[in-house]
Structures are given as structure tokens and as C-alpha cells.
């Protein structure tokens, strides 16, 4: 079971992780993937967007918390770790990434401050031929059922 970037999305995470436990087989495991606080001290749109860190340090849930609710749901073998990835992004695919509004985030702000920061961006790109430069810090986080664990 994977569930890439859904946990901030849920309205209750303890009935999310339980219907995944639900469906997981006698030796499943839980595979999940969201993001580390920190990932959003250095976020690339951050400066464009000011409430944006405020917003997903709220919806992001902590990743200590995850493992401690999916030891409590039942899952023997529970570990998070880190994932550091750096990736240069192609200006153009920033721009249309943005207007799209490639992240829930985006849908978030209030309508003048996600057109503000938009214009800002067109104009910082504006001509630009280098890469945009961005460091993400995962979490991922594994859970795994054992042959002797729970199998709801």
C-alpha cells in the first residue's frame, strides 16, 4: 500500500490508516510518503506565495506522529526517515506548473495573493536561461505487518 502526498489531504487520518490496514494483506506493508517540516524553510515558491509555509506546516502532518498512529493501528515494524532530493527545474515548467496550480496549496491562497505572486514570477523568469534550483526533504515512512500482526 503506497500513499504518495495524501495524509495532509484526509479529513481523518485514523480512519485513512485504517481502511489502508483494512486492505492490506497478512505481510503488507504501508509505504508513506509526505513531506518533512523542513522542507518548507527552503520551498522555491515560498517568497512568491507568503502564506504558503504557514498553510502546509498546518496541513502536513508530523512525521513522528504518523509512526506513532500506525503503531497504534497495529503495525509491528514502524520506521521514518528523511529523503533529501536537490532537482533543477526548467523555468518554463515552473511557470506552467504555477498557473496551473500543481499543488492543493495553490488553491488555498486567497485569489490576490496567488495572482501577486504569479506576476512576480513571470517577471523573475522572465528570460531566463538557468534551471531553478530546489532542495525537497521527504518523509517516508514504512510500516510493515508481519506474519503474527493484525490482520483486521
Excluded: N
Amino acid at each position: 500500500m503506497h500513499a504518495h502526498l495524501v495524509l495532509h489531504l484526509v479529513e481523518s487520518r485514523d480512519r485513512a490508516i485504517a481502511e489502508m490496514l483494512r486492505v492490506l494483506g497478512r505481510e503488507g506493508r504501508v509505504v508513506i510518503v509526505s513531506f518533512r517540516p523542513e522542507h518548507f524553510d527552503h520551498f522555491h515558491l515560498a517568497a512568491y506565495f507568503p502564506s504558503l509555509v504557514e498553510i502546509d506546516r498546518a496541513r502536513f502532518p508530523d512525521p513522528q506522529q504518523v509512526v506513532r498512529e500506525l503503531r497504534q493501528a497495529g503495525l509491528g515494524e514502524v520506521s521514518e526517515r528523511a529523503v533529501h532530493r536537490h532537482v533543477s527545474l526548467e523555468p518554463a515548467d515552473v511557470l506552467a506548473r504555477v498557473r496551473g496550480r500543481y499543488i492543493s496549496t495553490l488553491h488555498l491562497l486567497g485569489e490576490e495573493e496567488y495572482r501577486t505572486g504569479l506576476e512576480r514570477l513571470e517577471r523573475d523568469l522572465a528570460g531566463r536561461a538557468g534551471a531553478v534550483e530546489a532542495d525537497l526533504v521527504w518523509s517516508l515512512t514504512v510500516g510493515v505487518r508481519s506474519r503474527g500482526g493484525r490482520s483486521d
